[in-house]
């Protein structure tokens, strides 16, 4: 109910904000986020996705999140996972097509699943991606798809969040995408860790940021950090960006 009401509150602030844009948002919008091209990656996207539908054997999940609103169990056929949890196909192809427009080189992702957001951001290899993963069952179904549909290089750390952002990272980050563990405390947690990594062109994507009344609350108070400039509430998704010749704006846009 609270993402039913969240979404009308959400449509009609994305209609009412229309055409107040940067520059930077606005070719952002028009050249990446609308983008209609039909590219060849989608086919792989399609088939990475086929395989996981079509895998029919089950496996023990580890449940390391908020657990799942679907899964009654912990032992789940490999389809079902790959139909209910993890991205949808329209920003499977968005994820690409931002890896694609922003150039991202270097990027980190909390919350592998069976891999359908890392082979987005990985399949036009310029990438170098590592994701984490705390389930092991989960994560070794991923590695193996990835290597099937020609990502082998995809670094998957078998791990902890926590455990992974207690160290400084190895790189510098030009994307994060937080995708698992939806709850305010651990998402503000996850956002000062990382804040400290960032770069002038790095983007946050916040996953699920209506996905509960405390979700949302992180999401407003990351907005508002002061080493924030631009946000953009995509409703799925909540973008972050630090670019500091950007006055501070917060942007509503249905992609
Ligand atoms: C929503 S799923 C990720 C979906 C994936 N990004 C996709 O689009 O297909 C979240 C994943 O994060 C993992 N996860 C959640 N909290 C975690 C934590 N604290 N440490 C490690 N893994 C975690 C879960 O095991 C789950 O597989």
Redesign the pocket.
């Known amino acids: 109910m609270y993402q039913i009401v969240s979404f009308i509150k959400f449509f009609f602030r994305s209609i009412k904000l229309h055409g107040v844009h940067s520059p930077f948002v606005f070719q952002l919008e028009t050249k990446c986020f609308k983008d209609k091209t039909n590219y060849p990656e989608y086919k792989q996207l399609e088939t990475y996705n086929n395989i996981l539908s079509e895998n029919k054997k089950t496996i023990t999940?580890?449940?390391?999140?908020?657990g799942s609103r679907i899964f009654k169990n912990n032992t789940r056929k490999i389809a079902d996972i790959a139909k209910h949890?993890?991205?949808s196909k329209k920003?499977?192809r968005l994820?690409f097509r931002m890896a694609n427009y922003l150039q991202f080189k270097n990027t980190l992702?909390?919350?592998?699943?069976?891999?359908?957001?890392?082979v987005?951001l990985a399949i036009n290899k310029q990438n170098k991606v590592r994701?984490?993963?705390?389930?092991q069952n989960?994560?070794a179904v991923a590695k193996s798809t990835l290597k099937e549909i020609g990502c082998p290089d995809v670094t998957i750390l078998n791990?902890?969040?926590?455990?992974?952002l207690d160290e400084p990272l190895i790189f510098k980050p030009d994307c994060i995408?937080i995708?698992?563990?939806?709850n305010k405390e651990?998402t503000l947690k996850y956002f000062h860790k990382l804040l400290p990594q960032v770069h002038n062109d790095t983007v946050l994507i916040f996953?699920?940021i209506y996905w509960s009344k405390d979700m949302t609350k992180a999401w407003k108070e990351i907005a508002d950090h002061p080493k924030v400039t631009v946000s953009i509430d995509t409703f799925y998704w909540g973008l972050i960006f630090f670019r500091k010749e950007q006055e501070k704006q917060s942007f509503t846009i249905w992609v």
């Not at 999940?61 to 908020?66: E, H, L």
């Not at 994701?131 to 389930?135: A, Q, R």
């Not at 995708?179 to 939806?182: E, M, R, S, W």
């Open positions: 999940v580890t449940d390391f999140g908020q949890a993890g991205i920003r499977q994820l992702e909390l919350g592998t699943s069976l891999g359908k957001a890392t987005a994701t984490v993963e705390g389930c989960t994560a791990d902890s969040f926590e455990k992974v995408y995708d698992g563990n939806h651990d996953d699920d």
